[in-house]
């Protein structure tokens, strides 16, 4: 995803992970769910906590906290799983709470600093009603993280 989309506005869907804000473009976005009994692999990469079955579909389920690594989060009522298009699957992404769908306009928009991580993990940041929202670059946060890991 580019940050420069048609028109003034883009299209976000933001949530939490460990109280910091995070979004993904909406268009990279397939559905949002209640979190439904997550089946454990052995085995299998550590970021991923297991796998759902969507409606006939295996879906592997990652974790943002491990991914990121962050401390384990506490379950929830509001946790979520978000459904993401991959390269050539559809992945969950296990994320606190998704806080909101918005638009935000380009102006408030800028590209992530100089920081190697950074760099890596998101395309840039939105100003939001005072709070900074890292934009995430999906590829990176699910297939590169034999580089970073």
């Known amino acids: 995803m ?6 003034s506005g883009l299209q976000f869907v933001v949530f ?3 109280q910091q804000l ?3 473009s909406i268009d990279e976005v397939v559905e949002i769910l209640r979190v439904p009994v997550v089946t454990t692999i052995p085995g299998i ?3 991923i906590n297991g796998v759902v079955n969507l409606r ?3 879906i592997p389920v990652v974790s943002l906290h ?8 506490t379950p929830h009522k509001k946790n979520r799983i978000v459904i ?4 050539n699957e559809n992945i969950g992404l296990m994320v606190d709470e998704v806080r909101m769908v918005t638009k935000v306009e380009k102006t408030n928009v800028e590209p992530a600093p100089g920081q190697q991580l950074e760099k890596e993990f998101f395309l840039g ?3 939001m009603d005072g709070h900074v929202v890292g934009i995430l670059n999906l590829q990176k946060v699910l297939y590169d993280h034999v580089k970073l890991g």
């Open 56 to 58: 006939g579909s295996i």
């Open 16 to 18: 939490s992970i460990n």
């Open 125 to 127: 940041y939105a100003k």
């Open 2 to 7: 580019a940050i420069t989309n048609q028109g």
């Open 84 to 87: 993401v298009q991959g390269e």
């Open 45 to 47: 990469n550590e970021i």
């Open 66 to 73: 491990k991914r990121f690594s962050l401390p384990p989060p």
């Open 22 to 24: 995070y979004a993904l």
